[in-house]
Every structure is written in C-alpha cells, then in structure tokens.
C-alpha cells in the first residue's frame, strides 16, 4: 500500500520558522521525484517546491530564499524547512509523489500573531 504521510504543520507567529515532513512509502520513494503543494482556503493548489531523485530543486518564486526542499534517502523522508514565514503562507501543505501521482493527506500551516 502507498502511503504519503505529511506531518510538521502548526500555528507558527509571522517570521518563525516550522519543518515539515513526508514520510513515503519505500516501494515508491527512490524512485520518486517529490513535490510539496499547498492550497489556501478559497484558493486552488499551488506547486511550492520539488526535489528530483537526484536532489535537484526547485521552488515557486514566492518562496525562494525562505524554503528549503530535502531527502533523506535512508530514512524514505522529503522535508521542508521553512523560515521567515508570513501569513500568506497560511495553508494545507501536501506531498506528492509524481510517478504514480499520489497524495498525502495534507497538514495545516497557519501563521498569524
């Protein structure tokens, strides 16, 4: 059974920092590019970051320089360490697994003071 399991999230005051994660199953995960996605209420889902099987990032460009997509190959984990949030990062974050396209269940991110 796949399984995409995010976790991580919370509320966090406008400038702190939170780290997700996404734990994948082992039968996908290596080969497997990750993306992480959000999606704010009343908005559709955006893409926000992606890591290849060989570690190459990219990033939307409203979180460039603030975000930070990575893999821990051993332990079947893709993170994202996230700094100097701001409320309009407010949203559900999920993982996805592109080949196959399978979703984790999405956590909540809120930054408010």
């Known amino acids: 059974q796949v399984q995409l399991v995010e976790s991580g999230g919370g509320l966090v005051q406008p400038g702190g920092s939170l780290r997700l994660s996404c734990a994948v199953s082992g039968s996908i995960f290596s080969r497997n590019h990750i993306a992480w996605y959000r999606q704010a209420p009343g908005k559709q889902r955006e893409w926000v970051a992606q890591?290849?099987?060989?570690?190459?990032?990219t990033y939307v460009d409203a979180v460039k320089g603030r975000f930070t997509i990575s893999r821990d190959n051993a332990k079947n984990v893709v993170y994202l360490q996230m700094h100097s949030l701001k409320p309009e990062d407010t949203a559900v974050y999920y993982c996805h697994a592109i080949l196959g396209n399978y979703w984790g269940q999405g956590t909540q991110v809120t930054v408010s003071s």
């Open positions: 890591i290849t099987t060989g570690g190459t990032t």
